[in-house]
């Protein structure tokens, strides 16, 4: 009944989709035609503004010939008269010539006669007789008579062309010349200045407001003239203007959309002068093409919205005519929908609750039943005739008897309802537990005997499966309990023992019936226990709450003979219906915590043996006093053992070659594979040197790393692991780096200038490919550059909000550690400090390196030493060294040998805020009048007495005898502190 109103639904649910979409359509359409028409009328917009600039270009093209042609033929005119009176010719009177031939002539700024020699004859400005004037400023006097454009003269007039040499490009004016031919004399040369105002004036004139700019160039480019706001200056060649580069020689004249003279996007036009080699240029900023094209945009605009809202009510009405029949429809559907539920209410009542219904004849022996009966034995509804003899067979035999002497009982008046449970029969031959309920109606025959009953089979199978399941877990229970190996003790909310399996019996030594009924303190928990383990119960049951329970806590237990011994106690309460109880659980864990700590012990012999390894094999200590060459490394396991790996070789004198490299996992496994790794690049190098003959090159940082690839990739293959490398090759002579990066944090290089670059990566990580090929980089590396290696231990360490440092956060802090220390250690413990401390995690093994390149003259050696009075023995050895290579004598090198051991001494016993793991970095610089010692570490800052102490020998030695030394024996004594590093500076004067 429900399908055609579903359909009805259907049909008018689609009419809505299809009267959304032919909206969306129509908007759509609006959209795009209004788009459309803007696209067409910009193009009319340009078409109109190209037309508009290509007018005036000719306008002014016109106008320029036009005045051009009027000075060239005054020229003509005046050369002539000149030409026919040179017999008489003196300044006065072709002054005169020259000034009533230009009066009225506003083109016209100045007239002027020159002899070969470039003297001014004549002028129509005073100022400009008998001054010498370079020929060459003006070109030149010409080969004929014919008139011809000069070049730019800077200056107003021919006075001021004097100072071209010095200001080419300032403001000038346009030249034109005539030569004046004398005979048996050399020829004269007639000079018209023109006045660029007058141009610049006609072309405002002409143009107006019509287009925004105008110039005139020559035909090399050069800006002769300029209308108003022209971003040039005249003289100059302003690059890439668009008639010289796209159209000129080829076309006289164009117009175009481009870039204009101001580099803005432009509407332009251009021409050619015919009689002239001169370019005249209008334009007009491209923003005029907007605003014209924005009072369209509105227009269409406004006409879009209004068809869009024409459309919206449209779709609006129709929508709602829609949805008021969907709901017309909706309503009868749910009338239709409420009788179907009426009708099946009591069938869902009857199904909900399991029950079957039957309704049995007496006299026939017939009946009727539900088709949830026939479901309920496996029979489709009607499958066959319910009567008493097909009930009977499927009832199981041994309950036949007993179903019926119910019945009859209910029958007779004995019982008030038939009710048994019997197993029946189901179609495919199980046996299910069903319960039968039923009442006789009221109908009577004849003689006075019930005709119908009416009644009710309901499928307990499940209760049937449920109560043999709960004795079978009684059961399992009990056997789990008596077996169980741990000792399993139920105790009563007295205290008292309530059961004691077997296990219990054992451990303990108590048999079940002399424990069941005593208190379990009493037994089981050692003296010093008792008194909280009755508090604990007592503050449980007042408030509900023990922290003990539910947990496993480990804990000692007394067995019967007084013996303690450690067990793992378990304690749950368990609530029943005769109150709660609670099972404890204890296990002996005396084997067990002794594996533990022999365990223990293995782990920490292993760390040992790892700590060895890396220190011994994969750690080699970067190389001291290696002229031209400062190196300082550290290394931090996440996990005590690491697989990272660091190694210097130093091949010859001016080579170091320096590898750092990372093998995939943690723990011994990968420590030896590291240590296995930087052996092999010591055989591989060994091999490749004993097979050059004499005096051939050395192999290269790709040569070995391929053959180290060669050989370790097989074994890294079956061990599933990879390795992460970069090779550096230093070259100390030839002031270069080469370098072959394999995966490996990418190696930062920092050149004096401030700049960084990083040496990047080439191949993937070793032990991926057999064959690989591998190949090199060389860069420079000079003086006072510094190199940074690093693994991504660093970059992946973890801050406290969970945000990675980062590669980023590393270089910056490198690059300003390096510019403020300059000395390797400082940076690397610098970084430390800035990222690495303060509640930072370590994810991965960390390892840092630090390469400072400086001059091979540059007397300056350093060491790095820990902060320990073991380290003293080093530092004297090296003060000494230094005090004999500088030459002093040897009281002054005792005496700042012991000042040295002072000053590693007061830092090692009084310094606070030390960096853990930052050594002291000791740096001995030999000048040339002295020898300076500068001893820095990590610290709170230290302030010096303001003036030198005296020593008070009856407090030695706290009585600032140190310090007294320290400043005897030294010529100066300095102390300073910077981001963090504290440093103390020691200077002796050389013997001269």
């Not at 229970?477 to 190996?485: D, E, P």
């Not at 059961?499 to 037994?523: I, K, R, T």
């Not at 496994?669 to 004993?690: C, D, I, M, V, W």
């Not at 002291?920 to 990590?938: H, V």
Request: aromatic residues 6%; charged residues 25%.
């Amino acid at each position: 009944m429900s399908d055609a109103p579903d359909a009805v639904v259907h049909t008018l649910t689609q009419r809505v989709r299809r009267l959304r979409t032919a909206a969306a359509a129509f908007a759509v359409l609006v959209l795009v035609l209004g788009a459309a028409y803007l696209t067409l009328a910009l193009r009319d917009i340009e078409a109109a503004a190209l037309e508009r600039v290509s007018l005036y270009s000719r306008v002014i093209e016109s106008q320029t010939a036009a005045m051009i042609d009027g000075v060239s033929t005054l020229l003509d005119s005046v050369g002539d008269v000149l030409e026919s009176r040179l017999a008489d010719i003196d300044p006065v009177h072709s002054g005169h010539i020259l000034a009533d031939s230009i009066t009225g002539q506003t083109a016209l700024r100045s007239l002027s006669l020159l002899d070969s020699n470039g003297r001014v004859l004549a002028s129509t400005n005073a100022d400009n007789v008998d001054r010498r004037i370079d020929l060459a400023l003006l070109g030149g006097i010409p080969a004929d008579r014919r008139e011809r454009i000069g070049p730019m003269v800077a200056g107003r007039d021919l006075h001021d062309a004097g100072h071209a040499a010095a200001d080419p490009v300032g403001p000038g004016t346009l030249s034109m010349l005539r030569r004046i031919e004398r005979a048996g004399q050399s020829p004269l040369l007639l000079a018209a200045l023109l006045n660029p105002d007058r141009f610049a004036n006609q072309y405002t004139v002409l143009v107006g407001d019509a287009a925004d700019r105008s110039a005139l160039f020559t035909f090399d480019g050069q800006l002769l003239l300029a209308g108003r706001d022209v971003p040039l200056r005249p003289g100059t060649r302003p690059a890439s203007l668009v008639p010289f580069t796209r159209y000129l020689p080829e076309r006289e004249h164009g117009a175009y959309i481009d870039a204009g003279l101001d580099r803005e996007r432009s509407v332009s036009a251009f021409r050619t002068l015919r009689q002239w080699p001169l370019v005249a240029m209008v334009e007009q900023p491209y923003n005029v093409v907007r605003a014209e094209l924005f009072i369209v945009f509105w227009w269409v605009a406004g006409g879009a919205c209004l068809a869009w809202a024409a459309i919206g009510i449209v779709t609006r009405l129709l929508h709602r005519d829609l949805r008021r029949q969907e709901q017309a429809h909706a309503e009868v559907a749910e009338a239709h929908a409420e009788l179907a539920r009426v009708e099946e209410r009591w069938k869902l009542a009857l199904d909900g609750a399991d029950h079957g219904v039957w309704d049995a004849d007496l006299r026939t022996g017939k009946g009727t039943v539900s088709a949830r009966l026939m479901t309920m034995l496996g029979y489709a509804e009607n499958e066959f005739e319910w009567t008493r003899e097909r009930w009977a067979a499927l009832v199981h035999p041994d309950d036949i008897q007993g179903a019926l002497a119910s019945f009859g009982e209910h029958l007779s008046g004995r019982a008030p309802a038939y009710e048994v449970e019997l197993r029946m029969r189901t179609k495919d031959g199980h046996w299910k537990w069903i319960q039968a309920r039923a009442r006789t109606t009221p109908e009577r025959d004849a003689a006075g005997r019930s005709v119908r009953m009416i009644g009710t089979n309901t499928d307990i199978s499940r209760r049937k499966e449920a109560e043999a399941a709960l004795r079978a877990s009684e059961a399992r229970q009990q056997a789990i309990l008596r077996s169980s190996l741990d000792a399993i003790v139920t105790v009563g909310a007295d205290g008292n023992v309530l059961d004691f399996n077997p296990a219990a019996e054992s451990m303990f030594g108590y048999p079940l019936a002399e424990v069941v009924g005593q208190p379990l303190h009493e037994l089981i928990v050692p003296p010093r226990h008792r008194q909280a383990h009755t508090e604990g119960m007592a503050r449980y049951l007042a408030t509900g709450k023990g922290p003990l329970l539910n947990r496993r806590i480990e804990i000692e237990a007394l067995r019967s003979d007084g013996r303690e011994f450690p067990v793992e106690l378990t304690i749950v309460p368990v609530q029943t219906g005769d109150g709660e109880i609670f099972t404890a659980t204890l296990r002996d864990i005396t084997s067990r915590l002794r594996a533990e700590r022999e365990l223990a012990t293995a782990r920490a012999r292993e760390l040992e043996i790892g700590n060895r390894i890396q220190q011994s094999l994969l750690l080699t200590p970067p190389l001291e006093n290696v002229a031209g060459l400062g190196m300082a490394a550290f290394s931090q396991a996440s996990t005590g053992i690491d697989g990272d790996f660091f190694d210097v070789i130093r091949v010859t004198g001016d080579i170091v070659d320096v590898i750092a490299g990372d093998v995939m996992g943690k723990g011994i496994p990968a420590a030896l594979l590291g240590a296995a790794t930087k052996l092999q690049f010591s055989r591989s190098l060994a091999e490749l040197l004993a097979g050059r003959v004499e005096n051939a090159s050395l192999p290269t940082p790709a040569e070995i790393v391929t053959s180290v690839n060669r050989m370790m990739t097989p074994h890294l293959q079956v061990l599933e692991s990879f390795v992460t490398l970069v090779y550096l090759r230093v070259d100390l002579r030839a002031d270069r780096v080469t370098w072959v990066g394999c995966g490996h944090e990418e190696t930062l290089l920092l050149d004096a200038a401030g700049g960084h670059r990083l040496l990047t990566n080439q191949h993937p990580p070793m032990g991926l490919f057999v064959d690989e090929r591998f190949t090199q980089e060389t860069c420079e590396l000079r003086a006072g550059d510094a190199l940074f290696l690093c693994s991504d231990g660093a970059t992946d360490a973890l801050m406290a909000n969970g945000e990675r440092i980062g590669r980023e956060r590393i270089h910056a802090s490198v690059a300003r550690r390096a510019h403020l220390h300059g000395a390797p250690a400082l940076t690397l413990h610098g970084v430390r400090h800035d990222l690495l401390l303060n509640d930072v995690s370590l994810t991965d093994d960390l390892t840092m390196v630090m390469l400072a390149r400086h001059a091979l003259t540059h007397q300056l050696e350093r060491i790095e030493i820990p902060v320990s009075l073991d380290a003293l023995q080093d530092v004297r050895r090296f003060v000494g060294a230094q005090a004999t290579a500088a030459q002093l004598p040897e009281d002054r090198a005792a005496a700042l040998a012991v000042a040295a051991v002072e000053v590693v001494t007061n830092v090692i016993r009084h310094a606070q805020g030390l960096v853990p793991g930052a050594p002291i970095a000791l740096q001995a610089e030999r000048l040339a009048d002295r020898l300076e010692l500068a001893f820095s570490y990590f610290g709170d800052a230290y302030a010096p007495p303001a003036e030198p102490p005296s020593a008070d020998l009856t407090a030695f030695p706290e009585g600032g005898f140190g310090l007294y030394i320290i400043h005897q024996a030294c010529d100066e004594v300095a102390y300073s502190h910077e981001e963090g590093v504290n440093t103390v500076r020691l200077a002796v004067r050389r013997p001269a």
